[in-house]
């Protein structure tokens, strides 16, 4: 579905992303991991268009996506939820969700109820709030309001950027129960996320990141197993 051959990136000069190399096949969820700092962030944002590669190549179902505009990318079924949620504060949940079924066009139109009442069931707490000013939701609720925004347009890929950031345990356990939920109906979701244990639980397979490398990959299972990552990622139990 994806597939990164040899990616450079950075801001000006500051070279950030290494020599990057990774895929993702359909159907599953691939989780990158890494300290702060390490380009996770980058990574993303150039795979988004956001950010010009200044070599390598990016392929999204078999098209080369390398040099597409920001804004051509989400019609390809490539889309992100950024860190720190960006919700549209001063509209409803509803609006919020409506706007994210925008880049179905005219064609979509008729879709929309459907898709609105598909992501409330995902997300019960936002059919409750749907009249509700998107700034007034907690961090958790804005969490799931970005995600399911992003689901609105029917991504055959969903990037996310570090979805527990900010949130109590019990708020990521549900975040990440959805994640779950969104492989089972036949998403693929590509996770990057500092909180490499919950990450590499739900994942099928990962990647750690660090200065803008790829030092490791593999099972989600061999990662968690790794001693060095163990070491550096997941804490002394
Ligand atoms: P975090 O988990 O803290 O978000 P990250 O792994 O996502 O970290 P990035 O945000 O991709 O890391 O940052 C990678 C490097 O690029 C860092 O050294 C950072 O200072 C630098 N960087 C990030 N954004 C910019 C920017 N807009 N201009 C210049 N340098 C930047």
Do not use: W
């Amino acid at each position: 579905m994806l597939r990164i051959r040899n990616l450079e990136a950075g801001y000006g000069r500051l070279r950030v992303l290494k020599n990057i190399s990774m895929h993702v096949n359909p159907g599953e969820i691939v989780t990158i991991i890494g300290a702060n700092g390490a380009g996770k962030t980058t990574l993303l944002s150039t795979i988004a268009g956001l950010i010009r590669a200044t070599s390598g190549e990016i392929s999204f179902q078999n098209q080369e996506i390398t040099r597409l505009a920001a804004s051509r990318i989400p019609r390809q079924g490539c889309v992100m939820v950024p860190e720190g949620r960006q919700v549209f504060a001063s509209m409803t949940v509803e609006e919020n969700l409506l706007l994210g079924g925008h880049s179905l066009g005219r064609a979509g139109r008729k879709e929309l109820p459907a898709l609105l009442d598909h992501q409330y069931g995902l997300f019960p707490i936002l059919r409750d709030r749907r009249s509700q000013l998107a700034g007034t939701l907690s961090g958790g609720e804005q969490q799931m309001l970005a995600m399911a925004r992003a689901l609105m347009s029917r991504p055959s890929l969903v990037m996310m950027d570090e979805p527990s950031t900010g949130l109590a345990p019990l708020i990521v356990r549900d975040i990440f129960q959805v994640i779950v939920r969104l492989r089972q109906e036949g998403n693929t979701v590509l996770l990057v996320e500092q909180n490499a244990k919950a990450a590499l639980a739900i994942a099928d397979r990962g990647y750690v990141l660090e200065t803008g490398k790829v030092i490791l990959q593999g099972s989600a299972e061999d990662l968690l197993a790794n001693k060095d990552v163990q070491r550096a990622y997941l804490g002394r139990e």
